[in-house]
């Protein structure tokens, strides 16, 4: 095999894994396409070994999460991308280990946040629960 058979091969086995086609061992899962294992979700593409996700894609190992991408081993979080490992996180992108956290980037090991910044637990309810009512409304 040289150079340009092996990138020939890999572009087919990429292209072929875009093609989600039917679910696998999946209970009750409704309207979602090359998922594995998942139980009650529905809308959603992709997933592993995940329960009651709506609208995400490609999350392995997930509980109650919603419009979410590429999470692992994560819960209720929402809104959120290539997060690991985190529960009731929203609006955030690769966080690690994480809970409670809002509109958060980059964050590991961080409970409370909102933005980044750190907040009292009362205090961060009282900010997210507005904030959330807000975005709701477009």
């Given amino acids: 095999m040289n150079a340009a058979e092996f990138h020939s091969k ?3 086995l990429v ?3 875009q093609r989600l086609g039917g679910n696998v061992a999946c209970v009750e899962c409704v309207n979602c396409s090359g998922c594995t294992r ?3 979700c529905r809308d959603s593409q992709g997933l592993l070994r995940s329960h009651f996700c709506v609208d995400c894609v490609m999350c392995s190992d997930c509980t109650q999460c919603r ?3 590429h999470l692992v081993n994560c819960q209720h979080c929402e ?3 290539s997060c690991s490992n985190c529960a009731y996180v ?3 992108i690769r966080l690690t280990g994480c809970s409670y956290c809002f509109g958060c980037v980059g964050l590991c090991g961080a409970d409370f946040h909102i933005l980044n910044q750190p907040y009292a637990r009362g205090e961060y309810f009282a900010l997210t629960r507005e904030l959330a009512r807000e975005l709701a409304r477009g």
């Fill in 90 to 92: 929203l609006h955030s």
């Fill in 15 to 17: 292209e072929g894994s």
């Fill in 79 to 81: 809104a959120s991308e």
């Fill in 10 to 12: 890999l572009q087919e």
């Fill in 67 to 69: 419009a979410s991408r």
């Fill in 38 to 40: 998942s139980t009650f």
